[in-house]
């Protein structure tokens, strides 16, 4: 062996082995390259996601806070239908009141023109085949309790029917 190395001259040596020092000085600076990168991209990833967990937060109070508000004009509407429906049936039991107290007038008057009619003193040419006069009366009254129940229904429709688009107004995202 020592035949080879006197055989080839020193300065091939030092070249071989300047040569393999190079190689693995630039293969050190590849590695500190690759590990500086892999950092930077393992930093890169760390902030996507934080910033992914920061817009799913922010995601989640968002739809919370819309919900609450939503929830809150659901009951604003519920709260201002019963205060109608309450006004509405107050309406209405005055309404009713108001109209027993005429169908009590108008039964004294039929009972008065009946009495008028049968009373021996006045001068009766001819009897009625039929009482027109309670007729009248009787298709008066079923008209008014017929129109009281159409009534009832009208506000009760109209007011579910306003509350329904407000509550539809409602679910629609406030405009900023």
């Not at 920061?54 to 709260?79: G, L, M, P």
């Not at 429906?85 to 008065?112: F, H, M, N, S, W």
Request: glycine share 4%; aromatic share 4%; net charge neutral.
């Amino acid at each position: 062996m020592t035949k080879i190395f006197d055989v080839v001259p020193g300065w091939i040596y030092a070249a071989v082995i300047a040569l393999l020092l190079f190689f693995m000085l630039g293969q050190r600076v590849q590695v500190s390259n690759a590990k500086a990168a892999t950092a930077r991209a393992q930093v890169a990833l760390a902030d996507a996601r934080t910033q992914a967990v920061q817009a799913a937060q922010k995601a989640e109070e968002d739809a919370r806070t819309e919900e609450t508000r939503r929830e809150a004009e659901k009951q604003e509407v519920i709260d201002h239908a019963r205060q109608q429906t309450e006004a509405a049936l107050a309406a209405a039991r005055d309404a009713d009141a108001a109209a027993d107290k005429l169908r009590g007038q108008l039964t004294a008057y039929v009972a008065a023109v009946r009495r008028a009619t049968t009373n021996p003193s006045t001068s009766s040419r001819s009897t009625p085949a039929d009482d027109p006069i309670g007729v009248l009366a009787d298709v008066l009254s079923r008209a008014d309790a017929r129109a009281g129940i159409l009534a009832k229904f009208a506000d009760s429709a109209h007011i579910a029917g306003t509350a329904c688009e407000r509550y539809a107004d409602g679910l629609q995202p406030p405009s900023r």
